[in-house]
């Protein structure tokens, strides 16, 4: 594919641990369905699987614990997990300069969108939090055949602001982020904002890595995001 | 200072998330304690200060938040933390293999210590879970001037040992134990189980890095501890 002189990138963003501070809430539910069933998971095994599909999360821990689910079970487990998460959204705040970094882009009119392996349910409290100006692309888990490291959740929110995925950088603090963002064929910009190390962050493909949103915002030039274009 | 001879080893153990999953529970309990008292930081950023000492953590904490503390206030956030950890231990589980490990060490005539950034209070719960036996030396902050990532810890317990600091290994899951490891002058084994990434481990000076005490009970091979010697 030949490249054409570059032009404004957008901006696909995950949602937890990249604007929200969920991810220990979303361990948490985890930690609290399995053990429910009866599964006990170290608590950094659950950390290092939260953003990546519900569905893959459930066939790592088969193979970690050696035992097999029912889909009963997988689907009790799956209804637990959203139950208790949405139980500790009281507890989940907006990343520092998250707010900032969303309505800077918008008036510098950097194109956005949100994409997120989370379904509408999980995703609706986080999204309330951010005031997340109507029409904006929020694509879920609920749109798309499959979530992180599959492409499609990135490639959707590109297609939404008819952008390539060339053209776009996708935000994330996972490492399933960063996966999804290559076979989107993006770059991938990462946070430290979920737990993950800033090692780590680059082997799995990041171009950058920030701490948090409020850093990425003072860092927008290291992007070749430009004021005033 | 010339080497002698390889000796056995001794392996000085770190205890909240390199033997007991605990981190998670001191994470929240931080939190909790910080909101109280009306200070919001991000919870990766408490988890990366999980393990130093408690005073060092609230000086990281006034830099990070920009604030200043009193003393009154550093105290209470301390007691919070503490009585909001006791509280969560019902939910703190041993690592898999933690008490194999150990009860193999022991059978081996490997000598073993623990060192903990933690205080007796938070540290009693813990050490209960793993049935550690009678006579076994175990250092907590309340009897050395500086906790991690100073390395009097560990000398404190190479000394009980009556081991040198580089006859023995220090194993932990965070980068306060090897950074305080490589002051201490023992190499340090790195475990995945309180949340680090592998590469910041290696990063911080691991000699190597195992998922839990289940993966290093069989790979003791790979530091020279052998059976039957």
New interface residues.
């Given amino acids: 594919m030949q490249r054409s002189a570059s032009s404004r990138p957008a901006l696909l963003f995950d949602l937890d641990?990249t604007l929200v501070?969920s991810?220990?809430q979303h361990?948490?539910a985890w930690r609290e369905a399995l053990e429910t069933e009866g599964f006990?998971l170290?608590?950094?095994r659950i950390?290092r699987r939260i953003g990546m599909s519900g569905g893959l999360f459930l066939k790592a821990l088969v193979r970690e614990l050696g035992h097999s689910l029912t889909d009963e079970q997988a689907e009790r487990l799956q209804k637990a997990h959203a139950e208790g998460f949405v139980q500790r959204m009281d507890q989940v705040?907006p990343?520092?300069g998250a707010r900032e970094l969303l309505s800077t882009l918008t008036a510098m009119n950097v194109r956005w969108a949100i994409a997120t392996s989370g379904s509408d349910k999980t995703a609706a409290g986080a999204l309330a939090l951010l005031a997340i100006p109507k029409g904006t692309p929020i694509i879920t888990r609920d749109q798309v055949a499959y979530a992180k490291p599959n492409p499609d959740l990135f490639l959707a929110a590109a297609a939404h602001l008819g952008h390539a995925p060339a053209d776009c950088f996708v935000v994330g603090d996972s490492v399933w982020d960063l996966l999804a963002a290559r076979r989107a064929g993006s770059l991938g910009i990462g946070l430290?904002?979920?737990?993950?190390?800033?090692?780590?962050l680059e082997?799995a493909g990041a171009y950058r890595v920030y701490g948090?949103p409020a850093e990425l915002l003072t860092h927008l030039d290291e992007l070749g995001i430009r004021a005033g274009e």
């Fill in positions: 641990g501070d991810v220990y361990v948490l006990h170290s608590v950094w950390h705040r990343l520092p430290l904002s979920g737990g993950y190390g800033k090692e780590e082997m948090d």
